[in-house]
């Protein structure tokens, strides 16, 4: 695992860092890790994000099963109702 190390930071960056950290109950490096897991794409996350929208564009693109038109729901809700 590689070692980053990271200079000129300025303090209010640092502060706010710090800040986070505490409240998160973690350390300054391990509270940097996380928010580089959650913002920085890796090549298999981008890889699973392509598959995800082609995926998505395949499904909008499927024409729904049915023509017919869906009853508005306050019918379905008087139907409910009568049961």
Do not use: H, W
Not at 4 to 20: F, H, Q
Not at 22 to 38: D, F, N, W, Y
Not at 39 to 59: C, H, Y
């Amino acid at each position: 695992m590689a070692t980053l190390y990271v200079e000129n930071v300025p303090d209010d960056l640092y502060e706010a860092l710090r800040k986070r950290a505490r409240q998160q109950r973690k350390s300054i490096a391990a509270e940097v890790l996380c928010l580089l897991t959650e913002n920085v794409v890796t090549a298999a996350e981008r890889k699973a994000r392509q598959q995800f929208l082609r995926q998505a564009q395949r499904l909008r693109s499927q024409r729904p099963r049915s023509t017919a038109a869906f009853p508005a729901s306050e019918e379905l809700q008087r139907e409910d109702r009568g049961r």
